[in-house]
């Protein structure tokens, strides 16, 4: 098993790409702790997976600095130590143009996205300080690389671009102390918001036809990227931004 008596922490825990993430850190032997604002549905991702003992949850808001450091320190305490961090939890918002968007709203996916990514990791990376190693694993979009046409989603794609270069930068920052931080651009993925515009079989064939795999992305091939990333085989990959698209940003740009 590749992450055999890891720790690691997986914010957004109860999503769909989320949950596949705990799900195959756990078969692959890791404890995992899921983290959201909602611990009903974090027990729903906990009755899923296959070893339920390996798991946890608990409630954090990751825009909350207070609340971020209250619950690092008792996982830390908990476990005395934290190998992994995932920073999947995320927001996104209906596509409207920008000039229609709210200031809350513009706030919403700032606080979330980036900043919140910005507290957990400034938390844990105090505590893989002091084991003097750890790998942090953030979850982009390919919406960070480039604008679709008809889908308005300026303020989330400019959200997941800083994700990007904070990767990059972190990556750079800390790789003489043995900790490692990588990205995963999800293209289309069955997941969240897209998933009832899938129902639609005509919807989904153009989508399917539009992917050079002529498939729709699962979750499962995201937390299969996060494996490996999160794994000692990858020890030597630091500050990349891997595109798990089926290929689209290739052919497209």
């Not at 005509?202 to 699962?218: D, F």
């Not at 500050?239 to 698209?245: F, V």
Request: glycine fraction near 6%; charge should be positive; aromatic fraction near 4%.
């Amino acid at each position: 098993m590749r992450l055999k008596d890891k720790v690691a922490i997986v914010t957004g825990a109860s999503s769909d790409i989320g949950a596949s993430i705990v799900k195959r850190f756990v078969d692959e032997g890791a404890r995992v702790v899921l983290l959201g604002r909602n611990l009903e549905s974090l027990e729903k991702t906990r009755n899923s997976v296959s070893k339920k003992n390996a798991t946890v949850s608990m409630s954090c808001d990751i825009t909350n600095e207070s609340h971020v450091l209250q619950t690092i320190d008792q996982i830390a305490s908990t476990y005395g130590r934290i190998d992994i961090l995932v920073n999947n939890a995320g927001a996104i918002n209906d596509p409207v143009h920008f000039h229609e968007m709210s200031d809350s709203d513009i706030m919403n996916l700032i606080n979330v996205n980036m900043l919140g990514v910005f507290k957990m990791t400034k938390a844990v990376v105090v505590k893989m300080l002091e084991r003097k190693g750890g790998c942090i694993i953030n979850i982009g979009s390919i919406s960070s690389e480039r604008a679709i046409p008809k889908v308005h989603l300026a303020v989330y794609s400019a959200t997941k671009a800083a994700v990007s270069m904070f990767t990059k930068a972190i990556a750079v920052e800390y790789a003489r102390k043995n900790i490692r931080c990588n990205c995963i651009n999800p293209g289309i993925i069955k997941s969240g918001m897209i998933k009832p515009y899938l129902d639609d079989p005509e919807a989904r064939k153009v989508l399917e036809n539009r992917q050079p795999l002529n498939r729709i992305g699962e979750p499962v091939d995201v937390a299969n990227a996060a494996v490996n990333l999160a794994s000692d085989e990858a020890n030597w990959v630091t500050g990349i931004i891997l595109n798990i698209d089926g290929g689209k940003s290739a052919s497209e740009g």
